[in-house]
């Protein structure tokens, strides 16, 4: 069986698809953006395959690909479309339905847990209804304390279930107050690297690959999962 896992972040530019790239690639998992708004320089796809030694056959197609680089509600409501929760569940089970092999789909969200995806629905309803656990990234910054705690909070107030903190850049050293406050494990600290080449993203996978998995595994007895 497939076990998807969602990748969020505190924020927009924090580093998710770096994180996913990396995840994907410790995984040799398959790789999903559900939702893609903005491709003027390329797609997430297209940079994860781009990133990892596997078949890019693991690499699914979006279900929503919009142009416009803004909110997921704002770049479909431009394009005339309605971003659809079902759609996205049914792309995917239809594709867990037609796989041969167990292993792991890593999905990753846009922005952060409450940027709106129609008039009622949020990011964080599209994890919760594609049932995977959540792999927080938080980017080290000033006021990255408050907006990683107030992202725990809501997974907490939602009851979704938090795999842990993958950290990105070395910026203050918030991690330790952070997963103290916030209850939710480390699974690993990334250097910040401002143009991160194959070589990086696989120099990252072989050494987060370990933590991950042993995450992994204590995450299938979370509730929810």
């Known amino acids: 069986m497939i076990q998807p896992i969602f990748i969020t972040g ?3 530019d ?5 994180v996913a790239a990396i ?3 410790a995984l040799q998992a398959a790789y999903w953006k559900p939702v893609q708004a903005g491709f003027d320089q390329g797609t997430d796809s297209q940079w ?18 919009l142009s416009l680089p803004a909110s997921p509600h704002i770049a479909a ?7 659809s929760l079902d759609k996205i569940t049914r792309q995917l089970r239809d594709w867990q339905d037609a796989q041969q092999s167990d292993g792991f789909l890593v999905i990753e969200g846009a922005g952060g847990l409450l940027v709106p995806l129609n008039d009622k ?4 309803d599209l994890a919760q209804a594609l049932n995977a656990p959540l792999i927080l990234v938080s980017r080290n910054y000033l006021g990255s304390i408050n907006h990683s705690l107030l992202t725990a ?42 143009r991160p080449d194959k070589a990086f993203i696989h120099a990252q996978a072989a050494r987060i690959r370990q933590p991950l998995l042993d995450t992994l595994d204590k995450t299938r ?5």
């Open 77 to 83: 409501r431009e394009e005339g479309v309605v971003i």
């Open 221 to 225: 007895q979370l509730p929810g999962t």
């Open 153 to 194: 909070t809501v997974c907490k107030t939602r009851g979704l279930p938090v795999a842990g903190w993958i950290f990105n850049d070395q910026y203050g050293h918030y991690e330790t107050e952070i997963v103290q406050w916030s209850g939710i494990p480390t699974i690993a600290s990334i250097p910040l690297q401002e």
């Open 121 to 124: 629905e949020f990011i964080l």
């Open 48 to 65: 994860v395959g781009s990133m990892i030694s596997h078949s890019q056959h693991n690499i699914l197609p979006e279900a929503y690909k």
């Open 10 to 12: 505190i924020g927009t």
């Open 23 to 25: 995840i994907t690639e």
């Open 14 to 18: 924090v580093g998710k698809t770096v």
